[in-house]
């Protein structure tokens, strides 16, 4: 068998995730706004952490701009086309997960990968590697650390990693697990392998109703650790075999989720009040309630420009410019710079509005306002409901 694991070992982490799953679940839906912008905010993140972890030279910033259709003149254009891949390799896959004729096949592995790789000629986008061996470096030694199958090996492996996702696993997360680490260590690809890998490995909780963004946006949590992340491959040994164990992967990759699960929950069920708390100030300051999109950001110290929010609330460039004019005039928002150059960030009543609505006494300083805010909220979630290391009804 292709990667054996041991499946007694992974038992009661699943059961833990299931676990989540049911409670999450329990919760039902948030406001339809709210969950736009997380979306939006969740797929930036996922998108600059995998880039990034490729060599990908962008930002979290950059790619909020990116994804929103912005301008980004700073960013190289080929670096910029290949986070708009990633984009579109995600979507790519959320078509593929609602598909009642789905199968696991070299196809689609190919055509993620071409989107992956945005469709790029020159870095083998959609085309397995069966003539360019490849050896996987450490990047801060350049010492060799694996040496993936030859390339006339690819086609039939791939295959086989397919059957093995068609033959089904005892559960999601092992699912996931299991085709991270092996479409790491075939190694199919010239490039774009670990992003591809990661976005397969969505693609396996998607298709069993782990759609939540707790459960998929992972690339982040595996960003904020690359040791543990690198670490984990350390059990395939130094050189690919079919036969080498990957138990010890498949555990460090559900023990990641359910780390980033707790995180993740009580920082959106945070953002949530605080996503409410601004839609009650623009509503107070009679402004419209997709103003609330530029309100979210100035609140946590981003910049905001016509140009980022014309796309984000789907206005003309009139409108946009219309709406940042009245948050500005209402106090809720201060304008920075001059005609193009010109930036809206946090005004002072933008702060005292949250903390009002949210029943919090007093804060602070201008600049320490967000964060007393969101330890306040947290601290109350947590108080009345537990901690972030088990699950809540």
């Known amino acids: 068998m292709l990667l054996p694991y041991d499946p007694d070992r992974l038992t009661e982490l699943c059961s833990e995730l299931d676990e989540w799953h049911r409670r999450l679940d329990y919760r039902g839906p948030v406001p339809r706004a709210w969950a736009g912008r997380l979306r939006r905010d969740l797929e930036a993140e996922a998108v600059a952490a995998s880039t990034r972890m490729e060599g990908v030279n962008v930002t979290l910033e950059e790619v909020r701009r990116i994804l929103a259709g912005a301008s980004t003149p700073e960013v190289e254009a080929e670096d910029r086309s290949l986070v708009e891949g990633y984009r579109s390799a995600m979507s790519f896959v959320l078509r593929q997960a609602d598909d009642e004729a789905f199968l696991w096949h070299r196809a689609l592995i190919a055509g993620l990968h071409d989107r992956v790789m945005a469709g790029r000629y020159d870095l083998g986008a959609g085309r397995l590697r069966t003539d360019a061996p490849v050896f996987i470096v450490d990047r801060l030694t350049g010492e060799q650390v694996f040496l993936p199958p030859p390339g006339q090996r690819i086609p039939r492996l791939v295959d086989m990693a397919c059957e093995r996702m068609e033959s089904g696993h005892a559960h999601p997360s092992v699912a996931a697990a299991w085709i991270h680490v092996a479409m790491a260590a075939i190694h199919p690809f010239k490039d774009g392998n670990g992003r591809s890998a990661r976005i397969l490995a969505s693609l396996a909780m998607y298709r069993d109703g782990f759609k939540r963004p707790e459960f998929t946006s992972l690339e982040e949590w595996w960003g904020g650790h690359l040791d543990a992340y690198y670490g984990l491959f350390d059990s395939l040994g130094e050189e690919f075999a079919e036969d080498a164990d990957s138990t010890t992967f498949i555990v460090g990759h559900i023990e990641a989720q359910l780390h980033q699960v707790r995180a993740l929950d009580l920082r959106l069920r945070t953002e949530q009040q605080i996503w409410i708390a601004l839609e009650s100030a623009a509503e107070s300051a009679h402004l419209d309630l997709r103003v ?4 979210w950001d100035a609140f946590f110290g981003r910049d905001v420009t016509a140009g980022y929010y014309r796309p984000l609330a789907d206005v003309s460039a009139a409108t946009a410019t219309n709406d940042l004019a009245a948050a500005v005039s ?21 702060f005292g509005e949250a903390a009002r609505t949210l029943l919090i006494p007093s804060i602070g300083s201008y600049e320490t306002a967000c964060d007393e805010i969101v330890a306040e909220v947290a601290r109350r979630l947590l108080s009345d409901g537990g901690s972030p290391d088990t699950p809540r009804p």
């Open 292 to 295: 609330t999109n530029a309100l």
């Open 330 to 350: 209402s106090g809720l928002l201060r304008a920075v710079g001059q005609r193009r150059g010109r930036r809206y960030l946090a005004g002072e009543r933008l």
